[in-house]
């Protein structure tokens, strides 16, 4: 007999986009919440990571926001709801009448609800702008630009179960799922393996996915470990070589004719694209043995189903979408698409990092993908809301910042730190001081940017209330909350809703409750049109589900792309520098990623003491013979510097990393590695660059 109580109920882990199920209930003490694991939970039958079982530590933190504050003076004061709300609207509705509503910016969150984004972006064009943004612009908007583009959908083509049964070749690059999608690496991944899948890993730093498949054959585990931002080059090696061999051998399967025949165009501008190519000098650029990319190629090509995954270390280039293009390039000519174990497979960021895009919390997309400027697709959206959205996409979250005080008076934002999160944080901090008209958080802690507000509202957090979130292989699924641990906070949408309603009297915004928000969102978003609440059950659905009694689609692309015409979309692409690269001032160059024990600005994983105790502070990697170089020890304190500020950090030296590159992380706010980032963007995804940055480090 059970021994588990019946008031916990099934939710899904807050943090990353593997979207593990766990479970919830009440501690002894008053507001104290309880994790248990869910032991057959769709996606990880029980497992967590060590977030993830930390996961409620954050819930009634003694941090939590209590109570609706207005700066006076440059002090909070405590107010009431009404009068906070009242100053909101006050000032919304005097920056649209000075300066129009593309005064204002939007900021959704991959941290929130699939229901709360969606009224977010309802919010922000019913105000009469396309200024909406979420953090997904920094983590995979290149990737959603090129897999939009050239399949058909800005989204994971599989899903990780088929890929676990399938897949022959799991080819990693710039994605490190052993740190940051925890489950995904040791349930999925892992079982790919113990079958027989071979792994090829390509990334600038040896890390956990590197030590954690305990392969005793070398050659079915390879880490390329390339220099960063040459990703273009290793892979047009790989082309290139699947080309040659092709040619040499045109049965042997290296090329899949009938399926670029068939299923795609582009393939004579790869062709020649890379006529002329020189695989030795690419090699050398890499840093990578020639022969092992070529052994990549073949065990790539040769493979029955191979399957990439694709992360931010492709996706935060200004080359970004050409990164993931190339990706797309070597899945379409070897046939790698449209069954179980292959495909194009962004691992995406936060728990509901692609939820956030499905539901239009993006300046160039209503909810589904559907263009802004599309008339027909616009008209249809507008039936249903009853107002006139702008036909002009409006600005992306960096462009929001960077307009700030030019052209952007106010900002709304909800459960996102830009002071942190963005590139150039110290310019960025600077704006949000001294230019920035009227700013309101909607968070549950104090954090770097809510300190810097006119107007903080206290939320709930994810362990309060219920919703849906879709994870990182499309599988929207419910999110179910407790109670509430403090009487006057209020649920995201609860606001929302409450800020519409003052702001408008049309009715738009008087919802009942997130099930009533997600059956206007399943109305509007055709990927999500056949979802109910009561479909979606305990296992989630994947989208498309079209019609009611679909059970969507676990792999997409059987038949054809979801492009005009069909066809997946080949285009040869050619290596571009980072736009700031090593020089005599600044000689290293900077890359970053996230740790396993922490989540992007660290905000909750911060606050977790489980997590800080295993990371309590920023460090820096950086290789023995730089070392040597620069006088540093293993456990220095360094100052680490780029152009744009400077941190102080501890060394770790380890040949994990390359000579000549320094690694860091953005979690912590007194050493945060996006002081030093740069926010040049990728043109087309205005994503920006913060893989890639020209850097020095000195000993203290
Ligand atoms: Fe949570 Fe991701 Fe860990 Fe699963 S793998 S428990 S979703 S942080």
């Known amino acids: 007999m059970s021994s588990e109580p019946d008031d916990a109920v099934k939710t899904i882990c807050p943090y990353c986009g593997v979207g593990c199920g766990i479970r919830v209930r009440e501690g002894d003490d008053p507001g104290d919440m309880r994790f248990m694991p869910w032991g057959d939970a769709p996606v990880n039958e029980g497992s967590v990571c060590i977030k993830g079982g930390a996961a409620t530590q954050v819930v009634d933190h003694e941090d939590r926001l209590t109570e609706p504050l207005i700066k006076e003076d440059g002090e909070f004061r405590e107010a009431t709801w009404d009068e906070a709300l009242t100053r909101v609207v006050d000032e919304m509705e005097q920056i649209r009448e000075v300066h129009g509503p593309d005064g204002m910016g939007f900021f959704g969150s991959s941290k929130t609800f699939n229901e709360e984004n969606y009224l977010i972006q309802k919010l922000a064009r019913r105000y009469g702008t396309n200024q909406v943004d979420n953090c997904t612009r920094m983590c995979h908007a290149s990737t959603v630009w090129a897999l939009r583009t050239s399949l058909g959908m800005g989204a994971m083509t599989n899903s990780m179960a088929d890929l676990e049964e399938a897949a022959d070749v799991l080819w990693i690059q710039g994605a490190n799922p052993g740190e940051q999608h925890p489950i995904a690496n040791s349930q999925y991944f892992r079982q790919a393996v113990l079958e027989g899948a071979t792994v090829i890993q390509v990334d600038p730093h040896a890390n956990k996915t590197t030590r ?249 957090t994810w362990a309060e209330r219920g919703g849906t979130v879709t994870n990182t292989d499309r599988r929207v699924q419910r999110m179910r909350g407790v109670h509430k641990v403090h009487e006057n906070t209020r649920h995201d949408l609860d606001i929302l809703c409450e800020v519409g309603t003052r702001l408008f009297d049309g009715g738009e915004f008087d919802f009942d409750g997130p099930e009533d928000v997600f059956e206007e969102l399943r109305e509007v978003c055709p990927i999500m049109h056949g979802m109910t609440y009561d479909a979606l059950g305990e296992t989630g659905i994947h989208w498309p589900c079209y019609e009611e009694g679909d059970e969507g689609d676990s792999y997409l692309y059987e038949s054809e792309f979801e492009t005009d015409d069909g066809l997946g979309r080949i285009e040869g692409v050619v290596h571009q520098d980072p736009k700031e690269t090593p020089d005599e001032e600044y000689p290293l160059v900077l890359t970053t990623a996230r740790l396993e024990e922490h989540y992007n600005t660290g905000t909750m994983s911060r606050r977790s003491p489980t997590l800080s105790r295993q990371h309590p502070e920023n460090f820096v990697d950086v290789h023995p013979a730089d070392a040597e170089r620069y006088g540093i020890e293993d456990g220095d304190d360094v100052t680490l510097r780029s152009r744009r500020g400077e941190i102080r950090v501890r060394a770790d030296v380890t040949e994990d990393i390359k000579e000549g590159v320094v690694w860091t992380t953005p979690h912590f706010a007194a050493a945060s590695a996006n002081r030093l980032t740069n926010d040049v963007l990728d043109e087309r995804a205005k994503i920006p660059e913060y893989k890639a940055a020209a850097a020095e480090i000195e000993v203290d």
């Open 212 to 460: 954690s498949f305990d392969i005793e054959e070398t050659d079915r585990h390879m880490h390329l470990q390339l220099n960063p931002g040459t990703d273009i080059p290793l892979l047009n090696v790989v082309l290139k070589t699947i080309l040659e061999r092709h040619e040499a051998e045109p049965d042997a399967g290296w090329i899949d004719e009938s399926f670029v025949d068939e299923r795609a165009k582009g393939f004579d501008h790869l062709k020649e694209t890379l006529a002329d190519f020189d695989k030795e000098a690419a090699a050398e650029e890499c840093g990578v043995p020639l022969e092992d990319i070529e052994l990549a190629a073949e065990k790539y090509a040769m493979a029955n189903n191979a399957a990439i995954f694709t992360g931010m270390g492709m996706s935060q280039h200004t080359c970004g979408v050409d990164n993931v293009q190339n990706e797309i390039n070597l899945a379409l000519v070897t046939g790698n698409l449209g069954r179980p174990g292959t495909g194009v497979n962004p691992l995406r960021g936060q728990n509901n990092v692609q939820g956030t895009c499905d539901v239009g919390a993006m300046p160039n997309v209503l909810p589904g993908y559907q263009l802004v400027d599309d008339d027909e697709a616009r008209e249809s959206v507008e039936e249903v809301w009853g107002f006139e959205i702008p036909a002009e996409p409006g600005l992306t979250n960096v462009e929001i910042s960077h307009a700030i005080g030019d052209t952007v008076h106010g900002l709304y934002v909800m459960g996102e730190n830009p002071i942190m999160s963005e590139p150039d944080g110290n310019e960025t901090e600077k704006r949000f001081r001294e230019d920035l008209g009227f700013l309101v958080v909607q968070d549950i802690f104090m954090t770097e940017t809510a300190e810097l507000a006119d107007v903080v509202l206290p939320a709930t």
